[in-house]
């Protein structure tokens, strides 16, 4: 369970951590791009264009409601948002790299390295925070559930999160 704290400000954490998340996976693209040995032209071109990504994504992000929300239960939906939002930031972004002019000197295998990184850090939160969650980020260092006969009923096992500590085994008396 999460701290209270957490809960209550679970916004302004989610928008603290898109503000984080957009210049690190920016800036694992550059890295990438030239093997985490930026050169000094390109060091100070991902500060000066770091500004228009960081608006844009942060807008698409919002215009796809993804700064709202309970994390615990994301979905494909979410997923399928998520794409959507970066891929249009995305666009945008070289749209806007094309009006500044940076376009002729930009490294072109950043775009796609950044729509990449994007999608793993902020498809990967999600994911870890959903499976953790559910109990499912560490299932193999649970112990086995205890076998149980359940009688005048037939079992079935609606929570999806798998609470039950094992499988369930049905068999019918009659």
């Known amino acids: ?14 928008l603290a951590l898109h503000l984080a998340l957009i210049p690190l996976g ?52 979410d997923l399928l948002a998520l794409g959507k939002a970066i891929t249009l930031s995305s666009g945008l972004f070289l749209g806007a790299m094309f009006m500044t002019g940076d376009l002729p000197g930009f490294p072109r295998s950043v775009i796609t390295l950044d729509w990449i990184m994007a999608l793993l850090l902020f498809g990967g939160i999600r994911f870890v925070v959903r499976t953790s969650r559910e109990g499912r980020l560490l299932a193999w260092r649970r112990p086995p559930g205890k076998p149980t006969l359940i009688v005048g009923a037939v079992a079935r096992q609606s929570d999806s999160s798998g609470s039950c500590g094992g499988k369930v085994k049905t068999r019918s008396v009659r």
């Open 1 to 14: 369970m999460l701290p209270e704290s957490l809960i209550r400000y679970r916004r302004a954490v989610i």
């Open 26 to 77: 920016y800036f694992a693209a550059f890295g990438l791009r030239f093997d985490f040995s930026i050169p000094l032209p390109y060091h100070e071109l991902f500060w000066s264009t770091l500004p228009f990504l960081l608006v844009l994504r942060f807008a698409a992000l919002a215009l796809f409601g993804l700064h709202r929300g309970w994390w615990r239960h994301v979905s494909l939906d």
